[in-house]
């Protein structure tokens, strides 16, 4: 236990520099964004507490990049009553049910295939570059048809998000496994073939152990493609609740500010379930622990 420590306070030095860094830069950079269209306001007339583009960057009512007095005037409009279905952490978690439900049935279709994949290499060769090719169609452009083929079943609302968020992120799930059932050692294997093993035996014991790094390394990154499947489905289709429906409406509205604070609130829940499932790496594989 005390070998973690070093390592995860050297692992929060270099993010904390970068974050100050960032924070260091913001001021300039959205001065820099925004004298261009404070001085086109003032050019045409419209009344501004501010006589120069450069003081009027900070007021401008719809910014490109909005000031830090504006992002923290919008994230207090946005999410209260926290309650309420129209605030923010009411949606983030809708979103966040979404994403954890299509990263389930990502995970059981990816392991699934995974099984079938290692299991038989005339599979491989016949279905992988299928799976490749699902990934290639944008999620713009099926998640409306998804939407419309499932509500034929009666599957509407919640559920149909959590799919076409699976659809996306089953895919490195999938590849990871495989990778992880393969990546027992040979010697190992003889030995399991020296003591007579079933195949069963074979894979409870040593093939799932063997892949479960490689998992755990997947379900990060499908975490993440589920979040953004999840995203534009609610975008894509008829929804009345989600980060997606309020970035669909405040786009509508060309709210920035609004626009900015939501996507703050997507990358927290990013972070958020990436850490989520480190977590449960850190718990299933203790051995693994550095």
Known sequence: M???????AAGLGPMLIVALIAAALYWPLMLAANVGPAGRTLASGAELDCKTALACASQLRNPVVPAPAQLSQGFVRLSTPVTSPLALPYNVGVTAGETLLGLLLAT???????????ASRAFERATLPWLVASQTVPVVAIAPMLAVLLGQYGVQGFLPKA???????FFPVAVGMSRGLRSADSLHLDLMRTYHASPAQTYRWLRFPASLPHLFTALKVAVTSA???????????????????????NSRASDTVALWVIMGYGAVLGVTLVALVNALERWVTPWSRR
């Open 2 to 8: 005390t070998t973690l420590r070093p390592s995860r």
């Open 108 to 118: 059981v279709t990816g392991i699934g295939l995974a099984l079938l994949l290692v």
């Open 163 to 169: 799919i076409i968020a699976a659809y996306i992120a």
């Open 227 to 249: 979040l953004v499947g999840s995203i534009v489905a609610e975008i894509s289709t008829i929804s009345f609740s989600g980060l997606g429906k309020m970035l669909a409406e």
